[in-house]
């Protein structure tokens, strides 16, 4: 029982988030197919046991023509072990030791700076490609979201943007010598629900202090009454947030 129990909240509750957005969101005739000529990337970093496909149907709720040059990336992470589940298998980024995840959980930085190497990989590959990195977006929800906290600090150069929801801080205070000051730019934002009883709203929460302490700003916003998922207004909020982040050549 304790086996299934967290794979079921970072599987199902995703999924039947996706499904409730898509039933009420406005239909659009936009089209997102890949556009050669793409002028800004987004990549999404799904949850502990889900998959990229299966989180692709968020890109048509962005609905504004300046994301018609946008590239969207939704990697699945690879299987591994995870500790929280008695060593099971599944689609996992990194080690996590225990569920509920809380401000104070043990932070494997081994596996996580693994991770975090494929995924400046990716973005390598789209900045090499021709995409300003100040147009590269790194979106995650849960160990997603906290994938993606580590990536853009990690990563050596200034981005458009780090989204985290329902995510934690998952390495310690010494691997902050480790930012760039030009990452230390990199707009933050982190939405985390008020009754999230998977990642508590404790570990999201302490999220900006700890950023503040390396010189990092952070927009955090909380979310009365909404549990481990992802709301209509939690991608609103994003949609319109990646676009004052774009760089104006991406207009």
């Given amino acids: 029982m304790l086996l299934t129990k967290p794979i079921v909240l970072f599987t199902v509750i995703l999924s039947g988030t996706i499904i ?115 147009n590269v977006f790194v979106c995650g929800f849960s160990q997603g979201g906290a994938l993606t906290l580590a990536s853009v600090l990690l990563y050596p150069r200034k981005l458009g943007g780090g989204a985290i929801f329902s995510g934690w801080v998952p390495f310690n205070a010494s691997l902050i010598d480790q930012f760039t000051s030009d990452a230390k730019k990199t707009p933050i934002l982190w939405s985390h629900g008020m009754a999230d009883r998977t990642v508590l709203f404790e570990a999201g929460q302490a999220g900006p202090p700890f950023l503040e302490q390396a010189g990092i700003s952070c927009e955090f916003k909380a979310y009365p009454g909404l549990g481990h998922s992802i709301s209509n207004e939690e991608l609103r909020n994003l949609e319109s947030w990646i676009k004052t982040h774009m760089s104006c050549s991406s207009s």
């Avoid at 946008?70 to 569920?99: L, R």
């Avoid at 043990?106 to 490609?129: F, R, T």
């Fill in 20 to 134: 409730f957005i898509l039933y009420f969101w406005p239909s659009s005739s936009y089209s997102h197919e890949q556009n050669p000529m793409a002028r800004n990337f987004i990549l999404w970093l799904h949850g502990l046991g889900d998959s990229g496909p299966a989180n692709e149907p968020i890109k048509t709720l962005f609905t504004s023509p300046v994301f018609k040059l946008t590239k969207w990336s939704f990697p699945s992470a690879p299987n591994n072990p995870v500790t929280c589940n008695y060593g099971a298998v599944m689609p996992s980024w990194f080690d996590i030791h225990e569920i509920p995840v809380t401000a104070s959980s043990p932070k494997d930085e081994s596996s996580l700076l693994k991770a975090v190497q494929n995924v400046h990989a990716m973005i390598d590959k789209e900045v090499a490609a021709g995409i300003d990195p100040n």
